[in-house]
C-alpha cells in the first residue's frame, strides 16, 4: 500500500501535537507515559519528535488521558493558526 505524502499543513499539526506532549509530559519518562498509554516509548518519541505527525485518534486519546489533557485543548492548540486574508484596498 503507498500512503500519499502529508502536505505541509498536516507536518505541522504533527510537530504542534509533538510540542504539546513534551510540554505536557514535563519532567516525567517517556517510559512511564508510553506505558500509561499503552503504546511503546519509541513511539512516544516519534510522535514527539515529529516523525509520526498522524498517529491513530485511539493513540492520541490515550497520551492525552495519560497525560491529563483534554481532547479540546489538543484540538485548540494543534490546529492550523488562522490565515489572514489581505483586506482589499478602499478607493
Given at each position: 500500500m503507498v500512503?500519499?505524502?502529508?502536505?505541509?499543513e498536516e507536518r505541522e499539526r504533527g510537530e504542534r501535537l509533538g510540542r504539546?506532549?513534551?510540554?505536557?509530559r514535563g519532567g516525567r519518562s517517556m517510559?512511564?507515559?508510553?506505558?500509561?498509554?499503552?503504546?511503546s516509548a519509541e513511539t512516544l518519541r516519534k510522535?514527539?519528535?515529529g516523525r509520526a505527525p498522524t498517529p491513530a485518534f485511539f493513540t492520541v486519546a490515550a497520551l492525552a488521558?495519560?497525560?491529563?489533557?483534554?481532547?479540546?485543548?489538543?484540538?485548540?492548540r494543534?490546529?492550523?493558526?488562522?490565515?489572514?486574508a489581505?483586506?482589499?484596498?478602499v478607493a
Amino acid at each position: 500500500m503507498v500512503r500519499t505524502p502529508l502536505t505541509p499543513e498536516e507536518r505541522e499539526r504533527g510537530e504542534r501535537l509533538g510540542r504539546l506532549l513534551r510540554e505536557a509530559r514535563g519532567g516525567r519518562s517517556m517510559a512511564e507515559i508510553a506505558a500509561g498509554a499503552g503504546i511503546s516509548a519509541e513511539t512516544l518519541r516519534k510522535i514527539e519528535t515529529g516523525r509520526a505527525p498522524t498517529p491513530a485518534f485511539f493513540t492520541v486519546a490515550a497520551l492525552a488521558r495519560t497525560l491529563g489533557l483534554s481532547m479540546d485543548v489538543l484540538v485548540t492548540r494543534c490546529a492550523p493558526a488562522p490565515s489572514v486574508a489581505p483586506t482589499a484596498a478602499v478607493a
